[in-house]
């Protein structure tokens, strides 16, 4: 994509902030950046809407200082957090009705995939637990069982954080949330065990707590959906609102969950993706 698709029309740029013009002037349009670069580039606004310590954002910033072609990238969001954000990044971004993100990917991408034959046109679906676990598991899972080349990453904060901290089914066991005073009596849904079982060609669960492991992840995830089919990265982003942290403490809750083994952090390659991986990167793991 032609980087001038995002500058600001210049009948406007005297009422736009000066946040939404350093966006563009700054972004990662036609930069060979990574998450080392954080810092010298503007991917989200500061001023975005989301908690302080919100894993989520952590989490958003690290995935677009990740993507290997923002420039022809285009974000699938579903309702929740994290959608509050995607108005805050010079992206291309579709928000989607609550659970229906796999099904307007899929759409999306075969449109691409015809109009632009000869182009790569990477599809990204980001969304939260519910809209990817619960609610759109449905439209989820039948994108990967119809082989669909689109990522799917699921910010897991592991609730219905936006609408008052009901449980979902990725909450852990027995955890205690404002709607859900009781404890949750039934186990995490183990997503990643039933996305390498339906089909997706690469696997991988992580947190923004190991920014080099997230970023190899959605990286391998987007490589490998281009070339074999549906991928597949879920990412530990805690909720500091609705499990009473403070903004300092959620990294340290990322990194206890991992020690714990509660969260671990792994991947799943399938046998083609490991063949595409090792003639990109050299044989490296």
Same mark, same amino acid.
Request: hydrophobic content about 40%; proline content about 5%.
């Given at each position: 994509?032609? $980087? /001038?698709?995002? $500058? ?5 740029? =005297? ?9 563009? +002037? ?26 302080? /310590?919100?894993?989520?954002?952590? #989490? ?8 290997? &072609?923002?420039? #022809? ?6 309702? /929740?957090?994290?959608?509050? @954000?995607? #108005? ?49 598991? =449905? ?9 669909? &080349? ?22 852990? +066991? $027995? @955890? ?22 339906? /089909? ?6 992580? &947190? ?12 391998? @995830? ?14 530990? @982003?805690?909720?500091?609102? &609705? ?11 990322? $990194?206890?969950?991992?020690? +714990? ?25």
């Amino acid at each position: 994509m032609n $980087k /001038g698709l995002v $500058k600001i029309s210049p009948c406007f740029e =005297d009422v736009m902030p000066q946040e939404y013009k350093e966006l563009v +002037e700054k972004g990662s349009y036609g930069q060979d950046y990574g998450v080392a670069d954080l810092g010298s580039f503007k991917e989200l606004i500061e001023e975005h809407p989301l908690c302080a /310590g919100c894993g989520l954002a952590l #989490s958003m910033r690290l995935i677009l200082a990740s993507l290997p &072609n923002p420039e #022809s990238t285009i974000i699938v969001g579903s309702t /929740g957090c994290s959608a509050l @954000a995607f #108005s805050q990044v010079a992206l291309h971004n579709i928000h989607s009705l609550f659970g229906n993100q796999n099904a307007v990917a899929t759409g999306l991408k075969r449109a691409l995939k015809l109009r632009f034959p000869d182009e790569i046109k990477d599809v990204v679906v980001i969304a939260g637990d519910g809209a990817t676990a619960d609610i759109g598991l =449905d439209m989820v899972m039948q994108s990967w069982f119809r082989r669909e &080349n689109i990522t799917t990453i699921m910010l897991d904060n592991e609730a219905y954080a936006n609408t008052g901290g009901q449980e979902s089914g990725m909450t852990a +066991e $027995k @955890a205690v949330l404002n709607m859900a005073p009781k404890g949750k009596n039934f186990p995490k849904v183990n997503l990643a065990d039933v996305a390498q079982v339906a /089909g997706c060609a690469y696997v991988a669960t992580c &947190n923004p707590a190991k920014s080099r492991v997230l970023e190899k992840a959605v990286k391998r @995830a987007i490589l490998a959906a281009r070339e074999i089919g549906p991928t597949y990265v879920q990412i530990y @982003a805690p909720c500091p609102t &609705n499990y009473k942290l403070k903004p300092d403490e959620v990294l340290a809750t990322v $990194k206890n969950r991992e020690k +714990e083994g509660t969260y671990p952090t792994g991947e799943f390659i399938s046998a083609k993706a490991q063949e595409l991986f090792e003639s990109l990167e050299g044989g490296s793991k």
